[in-house]
């Protein structure tokens, strides 16, 4: 999520973003980009179609220029990681300075036009919205890169596969790693699955698409079951034990649903760099050994491999449509 645009009104302090925390709405058959406006009734979705209407209502001319700005595929232009840490300005400034004269477009109206600003900033209907903020990344580029998202069955049986063979495990002290974690799907389910038995663990959500990691903060600051969860823009594959402050002793877990382009290098990391005790990864069947069986996997691990319930999986700005891929869960423990 975009950081809050104050304004020098205090008077309407309320107003504090338009961001580009973008959805899609679907209306008539069609799908339409949509903003994210916090207003003093919540934080709502409006698209392009209720900024025309609030502008002819209201005679206040919409900054057209500005609005295009945000309209664009992917408006914003995060500066260098190196350089965003001596800097608290996270946006250029041609962005910055689209939103502020969106801002004062939105407080204008709603000083001036009450009538026009009452129906702009009433609370809305999301059940149209069909996807997630991060959805940034089209279905194309997606597939390109392996992400093959998994559904909330995959999720819950990949969370169900770890909690079976912990079960015997008097440990108390996890430290539990989804290192591609998208929009938490597979944390949700696995503290489902857990319930109380997580009290006590620490469990990690990262991935490189710090969009997706946001839209996880925001959607589970409000849920205690959750509220212990870190999301961590990062990438797992240059990261180490030492950047997230886990000491050697203690025991992690690496479970997930990595890039299916990356995989074994997600599986090696896991088990070289954090020396997981257990890598619980849906894998793509070509990498694969015979389901039911247990292999030997290197000199510290063993290896089994099991079917999955289902192999739908969706590409990241098409949720709905599911995509048939070939897959198995595959289970690593370390000998003790």
Request: glycine share 4%.
């Amino acid at each position: 999520m975009t950081e809050a645009l104050t304004t020098t009104d205090t008077t309407t302090p309320y107003i504090l973003e338009c961001g580009y925390e973008q959805v899609w709405i679907e209306k008539s058959g069609k799908r339409f980009p949509a903003w994210k406006v916090r207003l003093e009734t919540g934080s709502w979705w409006r698209s392009k179609l209720d900024f025309l209407v609030l502008s002819r209502q209201s005679s206040v001319p919409l900054p057209k220029a500005a609005f295009r700005q945000l309209a664009q595929e992917s408006p914003w232009q995060r500066p260098d990681p190196a350089v965003e840490k001596r800097s608290d300005d996270r946006w250029k400034p041609y962005m910055k300075k689209s939103l502020q004269i969106l801002d004062h477009f939105l407080l204008t109206v709603r000083k001036n036009h009450a009538q026009a600003w009452s129906l702009f900033s009433r609370q809305c209907d999301t059940e149209n919205l069909c996807s997630s903020p991060s959805d940034h990344i089209d279905c194309r580029q997606s597939k390109q890169l392996g992400q093959y998202f998994c559904s909330i069955d995959n999720a819950k049986h990949l969370a169900r596969v770890l909690m079976e063979r912990l079960i015997t495990d008097q440990v108390s002290d996890w430290v539990i790693i989804e290192p591609s974690c998208g929009h938490g799907i597979i944390i949700e389910a696995l503290v489902e699955e857990v319930q109380q038995s997580i009290t006590g663990w620490k469990i990690l959500g990262l991935d490189v698409d710090s969009e997706a990691v946001s839209h996880c903060r925001h959607k589970h600051s409000t849920n205690s079951s959750m509220s212990q969860i870190q999301w961590i823009a990062a990438d797992f594959l240059s990261s180490s034990k030492r950047d997230f402050g886990i000491d050697d002793s203690e025991p992690c877990i690496v479970i997930g649903n990595p890039p299916f382009h990356l995989a074994q290098e997600f599986v090696d990391h896991a088990m070289e760099e954090y020396e997981a005790r257990v890598v619980v990864f849906v894998m793509p069947r070509r990498l694969c050994g015979e389901a039911g069986r247990s292999y030997a996997y290197g000199e510290d691990y063993e290896c089994e491999y099991i079917e999955l319930e289902s192999c739908d999986f969706h590409f990241q700005g098409d949720p709905v449509k599911s995509i048939k891929q070939p897959s198995l869960i595959q289970c690593l423990r370390r000998r003790k």
